[in-house]
């Protein structure tokens, strides 16, 4: 048993981290207030290889392994999660499908510009009826002339909206017990999508509403065998439950980084409230679950990296990360006391940004469900 | 051009730095980091070879395990690293130390010696001297700037008044400033080709340096005792509510300061 990151797991996460606190901190606070995309930072991001870790050399991605991938994810949502959610969702949600259920022809053309970050991508599971309940698609794609036709809409999608958008891969009912992966690019009539949403958090990332009516592509579009979709997207979600519980670590190890460096600050009754057991416990406690959410989300990626069965592990670092990332944040606000409410303190972004790990990408109760349902109940 | 860094291991900025009372050393158990302006040296290294061909090796004495900190720098661009290690080598000095990087120099006959300023644990700020002394070589520290044309090179060099604008024929040696550059963060392609990169870890001996010249053997300082600072003490925080200067007036006065 060997639990030493390789020199190269170790290089990939000092480097992101360096990103991470000088060129993303500084400007984290104001995205947020302004809402901004962060089309900049994504370019640099590109331009170091970090929006296509673990797809293949031969695409234009970084090869890299999914622990690695882990890592950086976890990096950057210790400083912000906005760019974290924009990197893993065009990884793990807009690249995978393509990368995993592409047929060569289809790599060869979308992946290089994907992998090396050139262009974002989207995918479109969740619906405005359809969310936990995802098989419960109402999109419909018809095979008319050579063309499947798409009519319906998608909630909830990142990445859809950006100035570096290239298209998404959505879920759509293709017969009538049938569902089936399609990719749409962006600018093709009938595909329309929606203003920036308002969220409570994650406000510097793109969620879009997306509309098809009548909306024609490509027969060749279609991911994989038709009628494949549903085991496709189920693929795709346990992958990508490690990059977001990658996150919850993440934001657990950021919201813990502030409350200590306040704790060791901040001075009342005449001393540093981190010498009073009060604080000090709270951090002790906090340290020990972000040490034991690193664990779990360690775990699922080796196991994924072997090549062996990990959903059941993604399931479960899913869960507790999500968990506890909320645990920790709460805790990390309230030593902040009254300044933690305020917009100027970071924790208070850290605080509206962590509750979204609870519900995007499964939520809770759906962890619960697939973890049960591993557990043969 | 054929383009020699040296580079030295430091404790990573977020360790706890701390003496070893029995050696009298620096503890180096904690996370390794590549010593900051080196990070400079090496980005100057890369951007000369990019504008006029070459390679860069990344040259450096010490512990086997400083080759993690070198393979940062194979990640960010350069060619090959060559790790002088040996159980003899520990505890050098500046003398001592001068003397197995000028040797091992010596064998690679660089055009261009670059040089962090100074290292962020030991600060001496003046290995880049010893060593171009010991290869007879002309030397410019503190530069900010550097061009390279023909056989000579002109570095801008930072003084406390402004800048001094100095040429040398090659070879020669350049401690470079933290203002010659932005180092380059290393990209993932370059973090994964790192390791395929020539890394070679040599003994004194495959080196050709005598053992008796570094390590305690060589050095002509001995560390009679360590100790860490004494504690802050009589310290007062002041809050500027418009009255913190003369209140600190009024403090050094008290002190009897002013």
């Given amino acids: 048993m060997d639990l030493d990151l390789t020199s190269e797991q170790e290089l990939i996460r000092d480097t992101v981290r360096a990103f991470a606190r000088e060129r993303v901190a500084p400007v984290a606070e104001e ?175 793109d969620t879009r509403e997306l509309t098809f009516a009548d909306c024609a592509v490509p027969e060749g579009n279609l991911l994989g065998p038709r009628g494949e979709g549903f085991h496709q997207f189920l693929e795709i979600l346990d992958g990508g439950r490690i990059s977001v519980a990658a996150m919850g670590v993440g934001l657990a190890q950021g919201a813990y980084d502030l409350a200590d460096a306040y704790a060791r600050e901040r001075r009342q009754f005449g001393k540093q409230i981190g010498k009073f057991q009060a604080v000090a416990f709270k951090l002790a406690d906090m340290a020990v679950e972000i040490e034991a959410g690193r664990q779990l989300v360690s775990k699922a990626a080796w196991l994924k990296d072997q090549g062996r069965p990990f959903a059941l592990e993604a399931a479960m670092a899913k869960l507790y990360t999500g968990e506890l990332s909320h645990r920790v944040v709460n805790q990390a606000l309230q030593i902040h006391g009254g300044y933690g409410f305020m917009d100027e303190f970071p924790i208070s972004r850290l605080y509206r940004d962590q509750k979204i790990l609870e519900i995007g990408e499964g939520t809770n109760e759906v962890q619960r469900m697939v973890i049960a349902k591993h557990l043969g109940l | ?197 020539p890394q070679e870890t040599v003994s004194l001996a495959d080196a050709g340096i005598e053992a008796d010249r570094v390590g305690e053997a060589g050095s002509k300082t001995t560390v009679r005792a360590v100790a860490p600072p004494p504690a802050k003490s009589d310290q007062v925080k002041l809050e500027d509510d418009g009255s913190a200067a003369e209140k600190i007036v009024e403090y050094l006065a008290e002190k009897r300061l002013i």
């Fill in chain 2, 1 to 197: 051009m054929k383009i020699a860094v040296c580079v030295k291991q430091v404790p990573d900025a977020t360790v706890h730095k701390r003496l070893d009372p029995s050696t009298h050393r620096l503890d180096r158990s904690g996370e390794g980091a590549l010593n900051p302006t080196d990070l400079n040296a090496v980005e100057e290294a890369l951007r000369l070879r990019d504008a006029h061909g070459g390679e860069v090796a990344i040259l450096s004495l010490g512990p086997e395990r400083a080759m993690d900190s070198l393979r940062k720098a194979l990640a960010m661009g350069a060619d090959r690293a060559v790790l002088v290690s040996d159980a003899a080598a520990a505890g050098s000095d500046l003398v001592a130390t001068s003397h197995a990087l000028a040797t091992a120099l010596g064998r690679e006959e660089p055009d261009l010696v670059l040089f962090g300023q100074q290292s962020s644990d030991a600060d001496g700020a003046v290995l880049w001297a010893a060593v171009a002394d010991r290869l007879r070589r002309p030397m410019v520290s503190q530069v900010a700037e550097l061009t390279i044309e023909g056989g000579t090179l002109t570095g801008k060099r930072q003084t406390e008044f402004g800048y001094d604008v100095i040429s040398a024929p090659l070879p020669a040696v350049v401690a470079v400033s933290d203002a010659i550059n932005e180092p380059r963060y290393p990209s993932l392609k370059g973090i994964m080709g790192a390791k395929s990169k």
């Fill in chain 1, 31 to 205: 995205l947020d207030r302004e809402a901004r995309f962060p089309v900049e930072l994504v370019r640099e991001l590109a331009e170091l290889g970090l929006m296509g870790i673990p797809i293949s050399e031969r695409y234009g991605g970084a090869g890299g392994d999914t622990v690695s991938y882990a890592i950086a994810i976890e990096e950057l949502t210790r400083i912000d999660s906005s760019v974290a959610i924009t990197v893993a969702a065009h990884t793990s949600l807009g690249t995978m499908p393509i990368n995993l259920f592409g047929s060569d022809e289809q790599k060869e053309r979308w992946l290089p510009d994907l992998a090396s970050g050139r262009k974002l991508a989207a995918f479109g599971l969740t619906e405005p009826d359809a969310g936990s309940d995802a098989g419960a698609t109402r999109t419909t794609a018809e095979l008319r002339d050579g063309s499947w036709v798409v009519n319906g809409s998608k909630m909830f999608i990142t990445n859809a909206g950006t100035e570096l958008t290239w298209g998404v891969t959505i879920t759509a009912r293709t017969g009538e017990d049938e569902i089936s992966n399609i990719v749409v690019e962006n600018g093709t009539p009938g595909y329309e999508i929606s203003g920036p949403l308002h969220k409570l958090g994650w406000k510097a990332s």
